[in-house]
C-alpha cells in the first residue's frame, strides 16, 4: 500500500499547529492580565482558568479547547489512517505547544472534542461521567480520569477499530494527571468551587 509521506506530515503539522493554540493563556491575558503558568495549579487548561479568572473566563476556554479538536477530527474523519494521526497530533499539540516551551495543558477539554467527533454518544457518557463524578466528589481531576476510563472500558466491549489511538492517548492524559493523581491519593487536591462566582 502507497502511503504518502508528505500527506502524513501535512496532517501531523495542521493538526499538532491547531491542537497548540494556547486559549486559556491568550483569554487570561487578554481579560485579566495575568498569566495562569504561574499561578494555581500553574496549567493553561480551563478548570485552572476558571479559579483564577472566574467561570466564565474558563467556560470560554472549555469551548475554544473543545472546538479546535473538534473541528480538526470532522475534517479528517473520513480520511481513513490520516485520522489517527489527527488524533494523537491535536492532543500533542495541545500538551506540548512548542510557542510554551512544550509546556502546554492535560487534554482533557481536547479529548473532549475528539470524542464528540468521533462518536457523539461515547463523548456524552463522557461528559456524564465527568458532572456525576464532579458533582459528587468535587475533584475536576478525579472526574476526568474517571471519565477516560469509562470511555475505554465502552471502547474495549464495542472492540473499536480505534481503540489503540484512543488507548494511546488516555495513556498520555493519566501521565499528565500524575501529580494530581499523587494529589488524590495524599488529601492535598484542590476542589471544585460550584459556588464560586467571578
Known sequence: MFINYIDIFFVFLTSYLIGSIPFGLLLSFFFKKTDPRLKGSKNIGATNIARLSGWKIGLLTLVLDVSKSFFTIVFFLNKGEYLNYAMISV??????????????????????????????????????????????????????????????????????????????????????????????FSGNEAKIDFKKKN
Not at 466528589?137 to 476510563?149: E, G, H, I, N, R
Not at 473499536?160 to 494511546?168: N, Q, R
Open 91 to 184: 492532543i500533542l499539540g495541545h500538551l506540548f505547544p512548542v510557542w510554551l516551551k512544550f509546556k502546554g495543558g492535560k487534554g482533557v477539554a481536547v479529548f473532549i472534542g475528539i470524542l464528540l467527533a468521533y462518536n457523539i454518544f461515547i463523548g456524552i457518557v463522557f461528559l456524564f461521567v465527568w458532572l456525576i463524578i464532579a458533582f459528587l466528589f468535587k475533584f475536576s481531576s478525579l472526574a476526568a480520569l474517571s471519565a477516560c476510563s469509562s470511555v475505554l472500558v465502552i471502547l474495549l466491549l464495542t472492540k473499536d477499530g480505534e481503540l489503540l489511538t484512543f488507548s494511546i492517548i488516555i495513556t498520555i492524559i493519566f501521565l499528565k494527571h500524575k501529580t494530581n493523581i499523587f494529589r488524590l
